[in-house]
């Protein structure tokens, strides 16, 4: 087969069934990966989508229970195989996911890549059942397994939290839905509806398949042209794009209770750009200064200088264009808090950011771009993510930019910020 | 560049090759008696260090030069936070600034220090040991940090799986200080004074009883003469020989059940089994972590039939998990996750448990899990850090990692069943329930 093309390390094919295969072949792991990413719409049956990977692990036609998988993968040295599926903006995204040892370092002729594609496929496309759907034994009790990782999301108080904020900073929006789904739309799977909803991902979902390791791209690319092919395929749906720009009024304030010893502060700002933004990386510059790192605004001041956290930090997510702070603070100290935390947000706004400030970020984003090349698998998601909104870059590229930011780019996208809204999880009265 | 001549006074450095995974790690005990590692991965760009002691949260009575301590709960926890507060600031943030991230762990019997970068490794790592090595106990950051932990710990009574796990170290025993957690408790850490932080360091701070582990793309006799001078220029000798002690822990449980409301979404079921006869580090305690790990991944591991079984009752799901691990003076099997039914899984628990006490474990299950064993061996140094955390954890179990495959390859399927029935017993046995409130 012949590339359709090259990005940075990775060779890129078009297979026969209309999916995309990036092959990064490198000799300095003994671990091969393999990932296919299944997508659709968060906003288009989630729950269905959210339980599918965990039915089809139950078994495939070939070994259909889960102790024939284990035992097959046992074989294969220890390949570790899974599928879940995640949120990336507004996208819902089947990840299914095998590494395995390269044959290389194994005794004889080993063909483990091999097989651990052709498990791959297996997992994705040829589920245990009598060959009219899925078994319905097993899609009971994963619909009975998500309902309760549903219901146990509240154990994880942050993440409760997290979550409990962008439901009601998104209410109306897609990107309101957990990626596990809902207990509602759990409630209406069965057998037929979830084989009907498998059976439409592999015929129009768009499909991508990334392998990285110690391979040969072209024997690669011949193998999984072979190994993916489907009874019917195509045409590939066309995913509607995630809602960045929605309006926001006045900052909304959400309160609830548990039982709790300690606070959980999260706000969500909308910042309006994306990976395709030319101020993208201005933006991850400014959270940087902000919270992403240890030397941030927000642990040097919230935590350190105030004592009033353990835990103070913010995250982007930069698909749907959000950032989010969090903060596990003290139960009495909620307004201290965000006192503090806009404040610090208002300083970086008027300008005052500086030098030490600047480079420190410099240097840890010049790091963490870096360190990419160290894990195939870290290169794997960060290409998937950044091509689902369009603003792939090589790590050359990515330094370049971090390069250029300047103090009144950090200040320009703070000022783009806007804060939707303001949750606090506090204790029972 | 020519290579430059071994410094005299740091050698011999002992080279270690696996031709199995083709790696190679070299070990120096240096003059000021720190033992150090190096793991050079060429083509890397991470480079990561970490020191650790032999010393945590379980050592709080001790002997050392003549005197006898007893210090407060949680000490070793606290000391690992203000040894980050040096008269720059926080350490934390250094290293943030200078491109690099660290963080510190402490544990029952071990505390580490480390951090990871790309550039500047050795500036980094001089922080690093100056981190360790040269402490700065002020009374109002003492006081400050108290807030901060106070916080640490209520953030983690907050977590369910940390109050079912705490519950259950309580029940396992009686009296040895494993029963206490890790941070202390919100009282016990106020009396921490800054002279008793001081005699801490002072005892379980000595180059002698550290290690240092690095990898990354390095030079290793650059990093066992940067790391002999930096030591050296503190001032730092070896020290005066340490004595813990620890009560005697009888070999029942404290209490045989243990049950907790919480709001939670559905019960959380643990069950463990305390050792009662802890090998002594080495070959022996690594065996029979083998041997224990192996016999738990044939019963209950997800290739089972009896996991198999409880899955599809719904009595169990992938929060599930099994195992064991010792120390010299305590050690446990510990399973469990969420479960609907916590009587019938622990039922269907201990019927299984029966059944392979008594029949052993299969040929070809055997060979299935040890080749399982050997391809996690096979990646478990394809990444920068977990060479480093590795050669570290086998050197307080004074093991070479590299013998871990031919070590696992012995085992038997006797060696295996002896060790078993010698271990899961019904006195040594307890539950902790997490039920929703």
Request: aromatic residues 8%; charged residues 25%; hydrophobic residues 40%.
């Given at each position: 087969?012949?590339?359709?093309?090259?990005?940075?390390?990775?060779?890129?094919?078009?297979?026969?069934?209309?999916?995309?295969?990036?092959?990064?072949?490198?000799?300095?792991?003994?671990?091969?990966?393999?990932?296919?990413?299944?997508?659709?719409?968060?906003?288009?049956?989630?729950?269905?989508?959210?339980?599918?990977?965990?039915?089809?692990?139950?078994?495939?036609?070939?070994?259909?229970?889960?102790?024939?998988?284990?035992?097959?993968?046992?074989?294969?040295?220890?390949?570790?195989?899974?599928?879940?599926?995640?949120?990336?903006?507004?996208?819902?995204?089947?990840?299914?996911?095998?590494?395995?040892?390269?044959?290389?370092?194994?005794?004889?002729?080993?063909?483990?890549?091999?097989?651990?594609?052709?498990?791959?496929?297996?997992?994705?496309?040829?589920?245990?059942?009598?060959?009219?759907?899925?078994?319905?034994?097993?899609?009971?009790?994963?619909?009975?397994?998500?309902?309760?990782?549903?219901?146990?999301?509240?154990?994880?108080?942050?993440?409760?939290?997290?979550?409990?904020?962008?439901?009601?900073?998104?209410?109306?929006?897609?990107?309101?839905?957990?990626?596990?789904?809902?207990?509602?739309?759990?409630?209406?799977?069965?057998?037929?509806?979830?084989?009907?909803?498998?059976?439409?991902?592999?015929?129009?979902?768009?499909?991508?398949?990334?392998?990285?390791?110690?391979?040969?791209?072209?024997?690669?690319?011949?193998?999984?042209?072979?190994?993916?092919?489907?009874?019917?395929?195509?045409?590939?749906?066309?995913?509607?794009?995630?809602?960045?720009?929605?309006?926001?009024?006045?900052?909304?304030?959400?309160?609830?209770?548990?039982?709790?010893e300690q606070g959980k502060l999260v706000m969500g700002f909308r910042t309006s750009v994306t990976y395709r933004d030319p101020e993208s990386t201005a933006l991850s510059f400014f959270n940087g200064v902000f919270g992403g790192y240890a030397h941030s605004r927000l642990f040097v001041n919230v935590r350190e200088r105030e004592g009033l956290a353990y835990s103070a930090g913010s995250s982007l997510e930069k698909t749907k264009g959000l950032?989010?702070?969090?903060?596990?603070?003290?139960?009495?100290?909620?307004?201290?808090?965000?006192?503090?935390?806009?404040?610090?947000?208002?300083?970086?706004?008027?300008?005052?950011?500086?030098?030490?400030?600047?480079?420190?970020?410099?240097?840890?984003?010049?790091?963490?771009?870096?360190?990419?090349l160290d894990s195939p698998a870290r290169g794997i998601a960060g290409l998937y993510e950044r091509r689902l909104s369009g603003g792939v870059k090589t790590v050359e590229e990515a330094l370049k930019e971090v390069a250029a930011v300047k103090r009144e780019h950090v200040v320009e996208v703070a000022r783009k910020l806007k804060l939707d809204t303001v949750y606090f999880l506090t204790a029972k009265v | 560049m020519p290579p430059r001549p071994?410094?005299?006074?740091?050698?011999?450095?002992?080279?270690?090759?696996?031709?199995?995974?083709?790696?190679?790690?070299?070990?120096?005990?240096?003059?000021?008696?720190?033992?150090?590692?190096?793991?050079?991965?060429?083509?890397?760009?991470?480079?990561?260090?970490?020191?650790?002691?032999?010393?945590?949260?379980?050592?709080?009575?001790?002997?050392?030069?003549?005197?006898?301590?007893?210090?407060?709960?949680?000490?070793?926890?606290?000391?690992?936070?203000?040894?980050?507060?040096?008269?720059?600031?926080?350490?934390?943030?250094?290293?943030?600034?200078?491109?690099?991230?660290?963080?510190?762990?402490?544990?029952?019997?071990?505390?580490?220090?480390?951090?990871?970068?790309?550039?500047?490794?050795?500036?980094?790592?001089?922080?690093?040991?100056?981190?360790?090595?040269?402490?700065?106990?002020?009374?109002?950051?003492?006081?400050?940090?108290?807030?901060?932990?106070?916080?640490?710990?209520?953030?983690?009574?907050?977590?369910?799986?940390?109050?079912?796990?705490?519950?259950?170290?309580?029940?396992?025993?009686?009296?040895?200080?494993?029963?206490?957690?890790?941070?202390?408790?919100?009282?016990?850490?106020?009396?921490?004074?800054?002279?008793?932080?001081?005699?801490?360091?002072?005892?379980?701070?000595?180059?002698?009883?550290?290690?240092?582990?690095?990898?990354?793309?390095?030079?290793?006799?650059?990093?066992?003469?940067?790391?002999?001078?930096?030591?050296?220029?503190?001032?730092?000798?070896?020290?005066?020989?340490?004595?813990?002690?620890?009560?005697?822990?009888?070999?029942?449980?404290?209490?045989?059940?243990?049950?907790?409301?919480?709001?939670?979404?559905?019960?959380?079921?643990?069950?463990?089994?305390?050792?009662?006869?802890?090998?002594?580090?080495?070959?022996?305690?690594?065996?029979?972590?083998?041997?224990?790990?192996?016999?738990?991944?044939?019963?209950?591991?997800?290739?089972?039939?009896?996991?198999e079984r409880l899955y599809g009752k719904g009595l169990l799901d992938e929060s599930f998990s099994a195992s064991y691990s010792s120390t010299p003076t305590f050690g446990s099997t510990i399973c469990g996750g969420e479960t609907d039914d916590p009587e019938g899984l622990e039922k269907s628990l201990l019927a299984g448990l029966e059944k392979f006490l008594k029949d052993g474990i299969r040929r070809r299950d055997l060979d299935r899990i040890?080749?399982?064993?050997?391809?996690?061996?096979?990646?478990?140094?394809?990444?920068?850090?977990?060479?480093?955390?590795?050669?570290?954890?086998?050197?307080?179990?004074?093991?070479?990692?590299?013998?871990?495959?031919?070590?696992?390859?012995?085992?038997?399927?006797?060696?295996?069943?002896?060790?078993?029935?010698?271990?899961?017993?019904?006195?040594?046995?307890?539950?902790?329930?997490?039920?929703?409130?």
């Amino acid at each position: 087969m012949t590339p359709a093309g090259q990005w940075a390390d990775f060779h890129i094919y078009d297979l026969g069934s209309q999916i995309k295969l990036f092959v990064h072949p490198t000799g300095r792991f003994k671990n091969v990966l393999l990932r296919l990413f299944v997508r659709s719409h968060l906003g288009d049956s989630p729950s269905e989508t959210a339980v599918l990977p965990h039915v089809l692990m139950r078994g495939t036609r070939k070994r259909p229970t889960m102790g024939k998988i284990a035992e097959h993968l046992d074989g294969m040295y220890g390949a570790r195989a899974d599928a879940d599926a995640a949120k990336i903006g507004e996208n819902h995204v089947l990840s299914f996911r095998v590494d395995c040892v390269a044959d290389r370092h194994l005794p004889g002729r080993s063909g483990n890549v091999k097989r651990a594609m052709e498990f791959l496929a297996e997992m994705a496309v040829d589920p245990a059942g009598n060959g009219k759907g899925l078994r319905a034994d097993y899609v009971e009790q994963e619909v009975r397994n998500q309902r309760r990782a549903l219901e146990d999301l509240m154990d994880d108080r942050s993440e409760w939290a997290a979550q409990r904020c962008v439901e009601a900073m998104c209410k109306g929006e897609a990107y309101a839905t957990h990626e596990m789904g809902t207990l509602e739309g759990l409630s209406k799977v069965t057998a037929s509806s979830l084989t009907a909803r498998h059976r439409r991902l592999l015929e129009t979902a768009p499909m991508e398949l990334y392998v990285a390791g110690r391979v040969e791209a072209e024997e690669i690319a011949k193998q999984a042209d072979r190994i993916f092919r489907f009874r019917k395929r195509g045409p590939v749906a066309e995913v509607p794009a995630t809602v960045v720009d929605v309006p926001v009024g006045e900052p909304r304030r959400v309160v609830e209770q548990m039982d709790v010893e300690q606070g959980k502060l999260v706000m969500g700002f909308r910042t309006s750009v994306t990976y395709r933004d030319p101020e993208s990386t201005a933006l991850s510059f400014f959270n940087g200064v902000f919270g992403g790192y240890a030397h941030s605004r927000l642990f040097v001041n919230v935590r350190e200088r105030e004592g009033l956290a353990y835990s103070a930090g913010s995250s982007l997510e930069k698909t749907k264009g959000l950032l989010m702070v969090h903060a596990g603070i003290d139960l009495k100290k909620f307004d201290k808090c965000l006192e503090v935390i806009l404040a610090e947000l208002e300083s970086i706004r008027a300008g005052k950011v500086s030098d030490a400030e600047m480079e420190a970020t410099r240097r840890a984003m010049t790091e963490r771009t870096r360190a990419v090349l160290d894990s195939p698998a870290r290169g794997i998601a960060g290409l998937y993510e950044r091509r689902l909104s369009g603003g792939v870059k090589t790590v050359e590229e990515a330094l370049k930019e971090v390069a250029a930011v300047k103090r009144e780019h950090v200040v320009e996208v703070a000022r783009k910020l806007k804060l939707d809204t303001v949750y606090f999880l506090t204790a029972k009265v | 560049m020519p290579p430059r001549p071994y410094n005299a006074r740091v050698l011999p450095v002992i080279d270690r090759h696996s031709p199995l995974i083709d790696e190679t790690y070299h070990v120096a005990k240096l003059p000021c008696g720190l033992t150090a590692y190096v793991f050079p991965k060429k083509g890397m760009q991470r480079k990561t260090a970490v020191y650790g002691t032999l010393y945590g949260s379980i050592d709080n009575d001790f002997r050392h030069a003549g005197a006898s301590y007893s210090m407060p709960h949680g000490i070793a926890h606290f000391l690992e936070h203000q040894l980050f507060k040096k008269k720059t600031g926080d350490l934390l943030v250094e290293f943030s600034k200078k491109g690099a991230s660290s963080n510190a762990g402490t544990e029952y019997s071990t505390t580490v220090y480390y951090f990871s970068c790309i550039d500047n490794f050795a500036d980094n790592l001089t922080t690093l040991t100056g981190l360790v090595f040269a402490p700065v106990f002020r009374p109002d950051w003492v006081a400050k940090e108290k807030l901060i932990i106070e916080q640490e710990l209520r953030m983690y009574r907050d977590m369910p799986d940390f109050r079912i796990y705490q519950n259950l170290q309580e029940s396992l025993y009686s009296r040895h200080p494993a029963r206490v957690d890790i941070g202390g408790t919100v009282e016990s850490i106020q009396a921490i004074t800054p002279a008793q932080l001081q005699q801490c360091w002072r005892t379980f701070y000595s180059p002698s009883n550290m290690v240092l582990a690095v990898a990354g793309d390095l030079d290793p006799r650059a990093v066992f003469e940067q790391v002999q001078a930096g030591v050296e220029a503190l001032g730092l000798g070896r020290d005066g020989r340490i004595t813990r002690s620890y009560p005697r822990e009888p070999r029942e449980v404290g209490e045989a059940r243990r049950s907790e409301a919480m709001q939670v979404a559905r019960p959380k079921f643990m069950m463990a089994w305390k050792e009662t006869d802890p090998p002594a580090r080495g070959r022996q305690e690594v065996e029979r972590e083998v041997a224990i790990n192996l016999a738990l991944d044939a019963l209950i591991g997800r290739g089972t039939r009896l996991y198999e079984r409880l899955y599809g009752k719904g009595l169990l799901d992938e929060s599930f998990s099994a195992s064991y691990s010792s120390t010299p003076t305590f050690g446990s099997t510990i399973c469990g996750g969420e479960t609907d039914d916590p009587e019938g899984l622990e039922k269907s628990l201990l019927a299984g448990l029966e059944k392979f006490l008594k029949d052993g474990i299969r040929r070809r299950d055997l060979d299935r899990i040890k080749r399982k064993y050997l391809g996690a061996f096979l990646r478990g140094f394809d990444q920068v850090d977990p060479c480093a955390f590795s050669l570290l954890r086998f050197h307080f179990k004074k093991f070479d990692v590299f013998e871990l495959p031919k070590l696992v390859s012995h085992v038997s399927g006797t060696a295996i069943l002896k060790a078993a029935r010698a271990h899961f017993g019904h006195r040594n046995r307890t539950v902790s329930l997490l039920v929703p409130k």
